[in-house]
C-alpha cells in the first residue's frame, strides 16, 4: 500500500479530483437513486469519471463510495450489499489510477444526528468499520473521511477507520463563513477545535471539502496553520458559492479563476487541492497546471 505522505515529505503539491456526484448526474443519475449503487450497475461510467481526473492531472481520486455506510444504504434497502458497493468503488477508482496514483476511500456522514438521539454510537462506529475494512479490501491507498460536522460522528468514523485497517486516514469538515467573520461547523465547532478533534482520534491529514470557494479555504488553510505546522492539510474547494437561478443549483467559479488561488493555497500550507461541488475534470486541469508550475 502506498503512502502520500513520502510525496509530501519530498515537498510536492499533491492535485486531488474534483465533484462526483454532479458528473454522475450529467451521466444520467436520477435523482432519489443510489449513487453508490452504479459500481454494480454501471461500472463503465463510474469508471470514466474517474479516469478523467486521471487524465486532467489528478493524483489522488476518491471512491464513488461517500454514502456507503449501511445507516444510509438502509433508505435504499442496499443495506446488506454494504460490503460489496465499497470494494466495487475501490476496485473501479483503483483501475482508473493504476500503480503510479494514489486512491482514498471516501466516507462521508451517516446522516444522523447523534446529539438528539438519533441512532447510537455503537451503530455509527460498526459501520464505518465495515466500510472501511471493504474500502481496504478492494485496495485503496488511504481513507478520507469527509464532509464532517459532528465531533462525535468524525471521531468515531477516525477511530473506526485505525481499528479495521492499516490505512493512513484524512479527516475534513464543512465551514461556514459567520457574519462576523469566523468559521464554524454547522454543529458549532470553530477550525481549531475540529482539528484538534480530528488529530486526537488519530486523522494523519486534516483539511476541508466543500462548503467555500477557493478563497474561504485559503482563509481555512491559514487558520489551521497558526495552530499546525506539520500535519498534512487536504482542501477541496467549491466552485465558487452556489447560487439558485432558474430552477437550478449554479457554480460560477471558472477553472481559470480556481486555478488562479492556487499559489494563494499552498503559500497559506496546503499539501492535497482538489475540487468538491461543481468542479470538473477542466478545474482538475487548470489546477494540476498551475501547480505544477509553481
Same mark, same amino acid.
Not at 456526484?21 to 453508490?36: A, I, M, N, Q, V
Not at 441512532?119 to 460498526?126: A, I, K, L, N, R
Given at each position: 500500500?502506498?503512502?502520500?505522505?513520502?510525496? @509530501?515529505?519530498?515537498?510536492?503539491?499533491?492535485?486531488?479530483?474534483?465533484?462526483?456526484?454532479?458528473?454522475?448526474?450529467?451521466?444520467?443519475?436520477?435523482?432519489?437513486?443510489?449513487?453508490?449503487?452504479?459500481?454494480?450497475?454501471?461500472?463503465?461510467?463510474?469508471?470514466? @469519471?474517474?479516469?478523467?481526473?486521471?487524465?486532467?492531472?489528478?493524483?489522488? $481520486? #476518491?471512491?464513488?463510495?461517500?454514502?456507503?455506510?449501511?445507516?444510509?444504504?438502509?433508505?435504499?434497502?442496499?443495506?446488506?450489499?454494504?460490503?460489496?458497493?465499497? /470494494?466495487?468503488?475501490?476496485?473501479?477508482?483503483?483501475?482508473?489510477?493504476?500503480?503510479?496514483?494514489?486512491?482514498?476511500?471516501?466516507?462521508?456522514?451517516?446522516?444522523? *444526528? #447523534?446529539?438528539?438521539?438519533?441512532?447510537?454510537?455503537? &451503530?455509527?462506529? &460498526?459501520?464505518?468499520?465495515?466500510?472501511?475494512?471493504?474500502?481496504? &479490501?478492494?485496495?485503496?491507498?488511504? #481513507?478520507?473521511?469527509?464532509?464532517?460536522?459532528?465531533?462525535?460522528?468524525?471521531?468515531?468514523?477516525?477511530?473506526?477507520?485505525?481499528?479495521?485497517?492499516?490505512?493512513? !486516514?484524512?479527516?475534513?469538515? !464543512?465551514?461556514?463563513?459567520?457574519?462576523?467573520?469566523?468559521?464554524?461547523? *454547522? *454543529?458549532?465547532?470553530? !477550525?481549531?477545535?475540529?482539528?484538534?478533534?480530528?488529530?486526537?482520534?488519530?486523522?494523519? =491529514? @486534516?483539511?476541508?471539502?466543500?462548503?467555500?470557494? =477557493?478563497?474561504? *479555504?485559503?482563509? =481555512?488553510?491559514?487558520?489551521?496553520?497558526?495552530?499546525?505546522?506539520? +500535519?498534512?492539510?487536504?482542501?477541496?474547494?467549491?466552485?465558487?458559492?452556489? @447560487?439558485?437561478?432558474?430552477?437550478?443549483?449554479?457554480?460560477? &467559479? +471558472?477553472?481559470?479563476?480556481?486555478?488562479?488561488?492556487?499559489?494563494?493555497?499552498?503559500?497559506?500550507?496546503?499539501?492535497?487541492?482538489?475540487?468538491?461541488?461543481? +468542479?470538473?475534470?477542466?478545474?482538475? /486541469?487548470?489546477?494540476?497546471?498551475? !501547480? /505544477?508550475? $509553481?
Amino acid at each position: 500500500m502506498k503512502s502520500p505522505f513520502s510525496e @509530501i515529505k519530498k515537498g510536492h503539491i499533491l492535485i486531488s479530483d474534483g465533484a462526483w456526484g454532479t458528473e454522475l448526474h450529467k451521466r444520467g443519475l436520477k435523482p432519489g437513486e443510489c449513487p453508490e449503487n452504479w459500481n454494480l450497475t454501471h461500472h463503465d461510467d463510474v469508471y470514466a @469519471i474517474a479516469k478523467g481526473y486521471i487524465d486532467a492531472g489528478s493524483d489522488i $481520486i #476518491l471512491t464513488n463510495s461517500f454514502g456507503a455506510n449501511p445507516i444510509k444504504l438502509k433508505n435504499y434497502n442496499l443495506e446488506e450489499k454494504v460490503v460489496e458497493l465499497n /470494494r466495487a468503488a475501490a476496485m473501479i477508482s483503483r483501475e482508473a489510477a493504476g500503480d503510479t496514483h494514489f486512491v482514498f476511500g471516501s466516507m462521508g456522514p451517516t446522516g444522523l *444526528m #447523534l446529539c438528539t438521539g438519533d441512532g447510537s454510537e455503537d &451503530e455509527v462506529y &460498526e459501520g464505518y468499520c465495515i466500510q472501511a475494512k471493504a474500502l481496504a &479490501e478492494g485496495g485503496v491507498d488511504a #481513507l478520507c473521511i469527509e464532509t464532517m460536522s459532528d465531533p462525535v460522528e468524525a471521531s468515531l468514523a477516525i477511530k473506526a477507520a485505525k481499528a479495521s485497517t492499516s490505512c493512513e !486516514v484524512a479527516c475534513t469538515f !464543512v465551514f461556514n463563513k459567520s457574519l462576523s467573520g469566523d468559521f464554524h461547523t *454547522m *454543529m458549532g465547532l470553530s !477550525v481549531d477545535d475540529a482539528m484538534n478533534i480530528a488529530r486526537g482520534a488519530g486523522a494523519d =491529514i @486534516i483539511g476541508s471539502n466543500c462548503g467555500n470557494g =477557493i478563497d474561504g *479555504m485559503v482563509e =481555512i488553510v491559514g487558520l489551521i496553520r497558526k495552530q499546525d505546522n506539520s +500535519t498534512p492539510i487536504l482542501v477541496q474547494a467549491n466552485a465558487g458559492l452556489p @447560487i439558485f437561478k432558474d430552477g437550478e443549483t449554479i457554480f460560477r &467559479e +471558472t477553472p481559470e479563476q480556481m486555478a488562479g488561488k492556487a499559489a494563494d493555497l499552498i503559500n497559506a500550507g496546503a499539501n492535497i487541492i482538489g475540487g468538491c461541488c461543481g +468542479t470538473n475534470s477542466e478545474h482538475i /486541469r487548470a489546477l494540476a497546471k498551475a !501547480v /505544477r508550475k $509553481i
